[in-house]
């Protein structure tokens, strides 16, 4: 039986604020923790420092620092045990500005269920201004520098030493699917907990 589990990418970006988006995957019954937590800053260093990816969508103040893994127990959706792992993988845009924190681009996963329990998401964190065009939508430039890096995060998994399987995991169903394909809109999205983390300076005048 494949173990499973949850990886948690976390960072923070320019304002202060924390961010992290993260992953269920399936590993061989004879897989441990550790290569789990190997697998998972792999697929971070695949993701952040692919030649013309995604790196260079991000300000050099958004770093990824890490990950937390956890194994689950697909019959109780319950942690078995933890491990984690240090890093750093800033992007490289030094001239632009940030958009807002809260600001997110949605990856959604899909598989072969139809249902939504056969759909995952997770949200990557704000990206500098220039990633969107005129319209406030991701602009045209950014989307192959983002494919190019997704594709190269879930290279990096599924071609490790111990290959980790990108799956959807329902936690009411505690079902688990393989994913097939994901995709991307060019609108933004809000994560509005980010926002939630920011301690927001306020200025007014009397009248």
Sequence with gaps: MS????????GNMPA???????????????????DAVTASAAGAAALTTTASGLQSLYMSTTVWGGTIVEEIDQTTGHSISTGSSSFTHAGTNTVD????????L??????????RRGRGRFFL??????????????AAAS????TTSLNAFFAALQTFAVPMNPVVYSPTGRTVADVTSYDFGDVFDTQRR????????????TI
């Design 3 to 10: 173990r499973l589990y949850r990886m948690n990418f976390q």
């Design 16 to 34: 202060g604020d924390v961010f992290n988006h993260s992953l269920f995957c399936t590993g061989s019954d004879s897989s441990t923790i550790n």
């Design 97 to 104: 500005n940030a958009m807002p924190g809260q600001c997110a």
């Design 106 to 115: 949605v990856v959604t996963l899909r598989s072969a269920v139809v249902t």
């Design 125 to 138: 964190p704000s990206m500098r201004a220039g990633a969107g065009g005129q319209t406030g939508r991701l």
């Design 143 to 146: 989307i192959p520098l983002i």
């Design 194 to 205: 980010r926002r939630n983390k920011l301690i927001e300076s306020r200025v007014g005048a």
